[in-house]
């Protein structure tokens, strides 16, 4: 603000020199208009700024790569604005704890209403906390300024990209007999357990008409089973910016969220009931994803928890506490591989690596006891997947 008050001196001072020069009734003519222009423009930017309000807004949600933008409208009570008005703006990733700022300059509206739409970053996944911190109205001439400190902030969830995945099952997995462990809220194909009865609809197999109760209730009466729960497999996720003395790329941390989830969803999409596995805080997480509605649950509540800071950690802990146990196929998904946790981990479990890398092109590669499946972070998103398992 201090150079357009120099600026505006000097031109005053150069237009009436120029009127002595070139006329001496046009010269208090210019003194005066250059004198009581910014008297006009500073009783406008008064008025206009004089009880301002804003409210903020916006999309709750989005993928990787889309646009996802904030709603800023401003409220001025008796006049529009009659110059623009700069915005800060901060930006929290609770997930890469990363803080990004970045300044708007708004062009005043015509009306005493004006919305304006800020879009946001998107390249990174994670729970978003967006903050307006201030504002700083300028008047028309840019002579001066008000500064309005803003509180309230705003959040948003930016979900890993939908990568073009696909499982390729090179061997039954293995599951719970009927009857062993089954899931008494929901309905299913455990003969061994009934979940409810009730009537007839059709489609329903013949096999699940109960006879002897629709006789005596004169109407057709069939059997709910208890819904298998198989839970086998665990997605182990392990994205982070350094793996032991190894560090990777923000693009490549976030493409392990790409993959990982993907992958999760491409099970599901078989109706393949798995855990999805994550280290937060020093404990491993496991959580359960049988249906749509957990894969949500579980992909919105991984949205809110920070990275680790050595991804080797996910493997050791999942080791030290003997996790292995429980599962029969593993699938780490990671940005680097420590061969000896890995190595470890395949004498105990059927093991898959599933790793983000640089280059021109994915590979697939064997080592000892697992197998290892690279996908390029450069073709992650443009061309389809398919992972053996």
């Known amino acids: 603000m201090k150079k357009y008050r120099i ?18 009734r046009l010269a208090p003519v210019l003194l005066a208009l250059f004198v009581f222009l910014p008297v006009i423009s500073g009783l406008w930017f008064y008025f206009s700024v004089k009880g301002l309000s804003f409210s903020v807004t916006g999309e709750r949600s989005c993928r990787c790569g889309q646009q996802i933008g904030i709603k800023l409208k401003l409220v001025y009570p008796f006049l529009p604005p009659a110059g623009n008005v700069r915005v800060h703006v901060v930006c929290e990733n609770h997930v890469f704890d990363v803080k990004k700022e970045e300044f708007y300059v708004l062009e005043p509206g015509k009306g005493k209403e004006n919305e304006y739409t800020l879009f946001l970053d998107t390249v990174l ?27 309230g902030e705003f959040a948003c969830t930016v979900y890993p990209y939908d990568v073009q995945l696909y499982v390729s099952l090179q061997k ?3 599951r719970e007999q009927p009857g062993d462990i089954y899931d008494g809220k929901k309905s299913g194909s455990d003969v061994s357990e009934v979940f409810g009865l009730r009537e007839y609809r059709e489609g329903d197999p013949l096999q699940s008409i109960h006879w002897k109760l629709s006789g005596k209730m004169n109407q057709l009466i069939v059997r709910e089973f208890g819904r298998p729960v198989n839970y086998h497999t665990l997605i182990l996720l392990s994205p982070a910016f350094s793996y032991g ?33 994550y280290l937060s805080g020093g404990e491993l997480r496991c959580i359960p994803v049988d249906s749509l ?26 080791l030290d506490q003997q996790l292995y146990r429980q599962y029969t196929k593993v699938v780490y998904v990671t940005g680097a591989v420590n061969e000896m946790a890995a190595r470890n981990l395949s004498v105990l479990v059927d093991l898959t690596v599933l790793q ?9 590669s064997g080592s000892a006891g697992y197998t290892v499946v690279g996908v390029s972070i450069e073709t992650l998103r443009n061309i389809e997947h398919v992972i053996p398992l």
Not at 125 to 151: A, N, P, W
Not at 295 to 313: A, R, S, T
């Open 7 to 24: 600026v505006y001196l000097v031109v005053s001072m150069a237009v009436f020199l120029c009127g002595l020069w070139g006329g001496g």
């Open 125 to 151: 996944c994670g729970e978003r906390i967006v903050r307006v911190q201030e504002l700083l109205c300028y008047d028309l001439l840019g002579l001066f300024s008000r500064r309005k400190t803003l509180e």
């Open 172 to 174: 039954n997995r293995e």
């Open 245 to 277: 003395e190894k560090e990777v790329s923000e693009e490549t941390a976030n493409a392990v969220f790409d993959l990982g989830l993907s992958l999760s969803q491409a099970l599901l999409n078989q109706s393949l009931a798995h855990f999805v596995g």
């Open 293 to 318: 509605h957990s894969y949500e649950e579980m992909l919105f509540n991984l949205m809110g928890y920070p990275i680790q800071k050595d991804g080797d950690d996910t493997l050791f802990s999942f």
């Open 356 to 364: 983000a890398v640089q280059g021109d092109s994915g590979y697939l």
